[in-house]
């Protein structure tokens, strides 16, 4: 490929390994610090200020980040035996696919195929091969398979009871005699340590023999060696399924016992919500490393074929916010066929706005959120000169801390500083021999540690710079960076500012110990800062409701200490699952509907986590209903429908919705009806403005009496705020009786005109681009290693359109796309577009339905060309283009929008591409 020499400003942009084309994808758990607690006053317009402002978060690394997939789904339009279809015939559709595939010349490998919750099959394939294959009429969609990492755990130790007293799970099991006894809960993630005892295992590793007492089915997926993380030096992508579902890896384990552990407290075991549940382990890890969504599919097939009441995914593709996403529409078949589905919401609550993703934004899934644990236990060291107890967190990827020894603590600033310890480490003060205090906040914890360890540190101790407790992680960020060799340890900002003051007071020496102690969270029972923001892009309002989370202790594989702190959400969902199967338990007739309008009827709206205590409610499109209440749900003698209210854009006017109260109580029940405000978001999705609510909500009557065995409706009418343009509102609907707990309906909505958010925007680095895929082929699919450079190409590239040398459209995506699709013309004498192919109809190359927003400030999407353009209905339906000069338009339809009306599209045309082929 031959190219002008480069162009004063033509930018040369640093690509590395990180967030995916399309989502940022993880298990919904992790070493994850809650940032919480700004001040704020309100402007006279309602502002309240943006999210970096009021969490304290760093700015965007300023190099655009990119990570394809090379595996795609492929749906296809033949219904599912969930839906109705026959295997049969969707297996013979599949089976003409992939012949088709073959006679186009498409290089695809078939990883799974699918035919009862979703027909269709997932596929190894280059971007171009990909978009060959989308053009069958017999393919509905193509979606990108996207990677889940598995975290590492905290080592701070909360106690399991704490939470459940947060959710009234301890209530409904010692008062009311609920304990999930005959339901069965699908566990899909690292398997479930069958040994253990507080899971049904006899107590000794390896000894125990699948299927036990208490894990009565599963199916191990991939095995123990599997790691689909190619940035890995473990990395090994081929499965190597098995019949037993053990886990090696922890995150399981620990997600099984939050469902329904029944452990010895005692002697340090574990209760569960629902400790007598029976559980499916359908294992999608290996013992490290990530999965893929293309497996967790297939694990919902199998939870399917087992009969499970509840299934509980503790995982999600971040960003992916359309519910069409695969692994949502298979897991809404699910509900569908009598299955409650419960799933984390995601882990990425500091990237914003619009950062829920699937299973979690499925339309009948129940999308839970995550709040914080009201106290922990946490090991100790003390310091001079009262001996005062300090409760730490463990930061993982760095050795742990001492059981005994004194040690002199320094600070390499102060709680005023904006880069403490960021700076190399020949700038900072001589730490030899010493503890180094250092504050959070502006560069990673990693960097932080390794400044104080090359200064000297013998270890350091983190504090937060806002409220609340966090659990660190210093693992090097790529494999060529070098480990941290000193413990690392974090305390939260409360006691941060005071172990600074005692070190400008003079001398003062830490002793560390082998002992614990309590810690009361100051963040408990507030969103935890991690938790991500809805709504789906369907406008459904996501999360539904949220448990705790955030730092949480329960069971953990025998050969790993057998229990183990994680924060995240992976650890609400499970709350929410226990509580289903309590609450299934109690009221057997449930359907799955039935069981999610119940929970949000009783759960309980949270202050708003960045300033708490002044009177503000956190969003409804991040909290939902708000924190699971078992106990009052399985009480409550009415129930209201539906259990939320997703109403949609303003620009319609205000929407009138009916609310139907069910009384299967003896007594009539009367309620006044009120509402009340959570806060509104608008702006940049990475950095959101917040602003007071100022919905209004009138109801047609201004209480409701319900009969008893009987029904009554009430209808509500809902206008948005007149500000800010462009944002997410939302409120409750609040009935309260004379006697007894207030029922609720979560609302939301958005202001103003959807299709006015922008798609198409700069990132700061002048995208839309064109760009080229030989400094890196994975662009097409065929993996590469980090650190090379995507250039930015001006007019008049030459591409010889063999494998590595295609024409690349670089695009950020501000928000979600309903399609995302590229149109080849020929080029003008002037360079634009015109003369397109087909008889004067745009001739599209490559499209892409249902695309989350960039999951990042400076992520982008990788949109390639690989010379190749449709032509007719049979096999050479796809054919090069002669050699010449042509221009490819990028379209993006946006969210709900109707792609013939101008104002609902977005284009952008690329300089010249030249095709050589010579």
């Not at 995916?20 to 001040?39: D, E, K, Q």
């Not at 106990?631 to 139907?660: C, H, N, Y």
């Amino acid at each position: 490929m031959t190219r002008p020499s480069r162009a004063p400003g033509r930018r040369a942009v640093t690509r590395r390994a990180g967030l995916a084309a399309t989502a940022a994808v993880a298990l919904a758990a992790g070493t994850l610090g809650t940032v919480a607690a700004g001040t704020a006053a309100p402007a006279s317009d309602g502002y309240l200020g943006t999210l970096a402002e009021l969490a304290g978060l760093p700015e965007p690394s300023g190099e655009l980040t990119h990570e394809p997939t090379g595996a795609w789904f492929v749906e296809l339009t033949a219904k599912p035996v969930a839906d109705g279809g026959s295997r049969a015939t969707a297996q013979r559709q599949q089976d003409r696919v992939l012949a088709e595939a073959d006679a186009l010349g498409a290089d695809v490998e078939v990883r799974y195929t699918y035919d009862r919750l979703w027909n269709g099959l997932s596929v190894t394939a280059s971007e171009a091969d990909i978009s060959r294959l989308a053009g069958s009429a017999e393919v509905a969609a193509v979606y990108p398979v996207v990677t889940v990492d598995a975290p590492d755990p905290a080592t701070s130790e909360p106690a399991m009871d704490s939470a459940l007293g947060m959710t009234g799970a301890d209530i409904a099991q010692s008062e009311l005699g609920f304990t999930g006894d005959g339901l069965r809960v699908g566990i899909v993630d690292t398997g479930i340590d069958i040994d253990h005892p507080d899971l049904g295992g006899g107590g000794t590793p390896g000894e125990t023999t699948f299927p036990t007492s208490r894990v009565v089915a599963g199916y191990d997926f991939v095995g123990d060696d599997y790691n689909a993380d190619d940035t890995s030096a473990a990395y090994q992508p081929v499965p190597s399924p098995d019949d037993n579902p053990d886990d090696c890896n922890g995150h399981g384990s620990h997600v099984a016992g939050i469902v329904g552990a029944s452990g010895d407290s005692a002697a340090g075991g574990v209760t569960g919500v629902a400790p007598e549940v029976e559980f499916g382990a359908y294992r999608v890890f290996g013992c490290g490393g990530s999965t893929t969504s293309d497996i967790i599919l297939a694990a919902l097939e199998r939870a399917h074929a087992d009969d499970m009441d509840v299934v509980n995914m503790s995982l999600g593709a971040g960003f992916v916010t359309w519910p069409e996403y695969p692994t949502a529409t298979a897991s809404d078949a699910l509900v569908d066929d009598g299955v409650v589905v419960v799933a984390s919401i995601g882990n990425n609550g500091t990237s914003g706005t619009w950062s829920a993703g699937a299973p979690g934004v499925g339309d009948k899934v129940i999308g839970v959120a995550s709040f914080d644990n009201t106290e922990y236990d946490a090991r100790m060291f003390t310091v001079s000169p009262d001996g005062r107890e300090v409760g730490y967190a463990e930061a993982s990827g760095a050795p742990s801390a001492p059981t005994s020894g004194d040690v002199p603590l320094s600070r390499t600033g102060t709680p005023d500083s904006t880069q403490d310890g960021c700076t190399a480490a020949g700038a900072l003060p001589d730490l030899t021999g010493t503890v180094a205090l250092i504050e959070r906040g502006t560069c990673p914890f990693y960097e932080k540690a390794h400044n104080a360890q090359q200064a000297g540190a013998a270890a350091v101790v983190l504090y937060n710079n806002v409220p609340g407790a966090f659990a660190p992680t210093v693992a090097p960020p790529t494999p060529a960076d070098p480990p941290i060799t000193v413990p690392v340890v974090a305390v939260d900002q409360e006691t941060g500012i005071e172990l600074d003051g005692r070190i400008a007071a003079g001398a003062t020496t830490l002793t560390w110990t082998d002992q614990t102690t309590t810690v009361e969270n100051s963040t408990g029972g507030l969103i935890s800062s991690f938790s991500s923001y809805g709504m789906a892009s369907d406008l459904s309002l996501k999360p539904d409701l949220g448990a705790p989370g955030g730092l949480i202790r329960s069971t953990y594989p025998l050969e790993g200490d057998g229990y183990a702190v994680i924060s995240g959400t992976s650890m609400a969902s499970p709350h929410v699952a226990g509580a289903v199967a309590l609450l299934l338990q109690a009221h057997p007739s449930l359907s799955p509907e039935q069981v999610r309008d119940v929970l949000q009827n009783s759960a309980d709206p949270a202050d708003w986590s960045l300033v708490p205590g002044a009177g503000y409610v956190e969003p409804a499109h991040r909290q939902g209903a708000g924190m699971l209440d078992i106990d009052d749900a399985i009480l409550a003698p009415v129930a209201v429908a539906p259990g939320k209210l997703s109403l949609g854009e303003s620009e319609a006017g205000p929407s009138t919705q009916t609310l139907t109260l069910t009384n299967d109580g003896d007594e009539d029940v009367t309620y006044e009806l009120s509402h009340a405000d959570g806060i509104t978001t608008a702006g940049a999705p990475n950095n959101p403005q917040f602003f007071e609510g100022g919905a209004s909500v009138a109801f047609s009557a201004s209480s409701v009496t319900v009969p008893a065995g009987s029904s009554a409706s009430v209808e509500v009418t809902v206008t948005a705020p007149a500000e800010p343009d462009l944002g997410q509102y939302g409120g409750w609907v609040v009935l309260t009786p004379a006697e007894g707990e207030p029922l609720r309906v979560p609302f939301a909505g958005f202001v103003g005109d959807y299709q006015q958010l922008p798609v198409l925007t700069d990132a700061g680095f002048g995208l839309p681009a064109l760009g080229d895929v030989t400094a890196c082929e994975r662009y097409v699919g065929v993996n590469c290693t980090m650190g090379g450079e995507f250039d930015l190409l001006p007019e008049g590239a030459t591409f010889s359109m063999t494998e590595g040398d295609y024409p690349v459209v670089i695009a950020h995506l501000e928000h979600a796309a309903q399609n995302v699709s590229v149109q080849l013309f020929h080029a003008k004498a002037d360079g634009t577009a015109g003369r397109p192919y087909a008889g004067g109809r745009l001739n599209t190359v490559l499209s892409e339905d249902f695309v989350g927003r960039s999951s990042a400030a400076t992520a982008f999407n990788a949109y390639t060309w690989d010379g190749t353009r449709p032509r007719g209905n049979g096999t050479d339906r796809r054919v090069p283009v002669p050699d010449g000069r042509y221009v490819l338009r990028l379209t993006a339809t946006k969210p709900l929008g109707d792609p013939s009306n101008p104002d609902h599209v977005e284009t952008w045309d690329s300089p010249v591409v030249i095709v050589d082929r010579d």
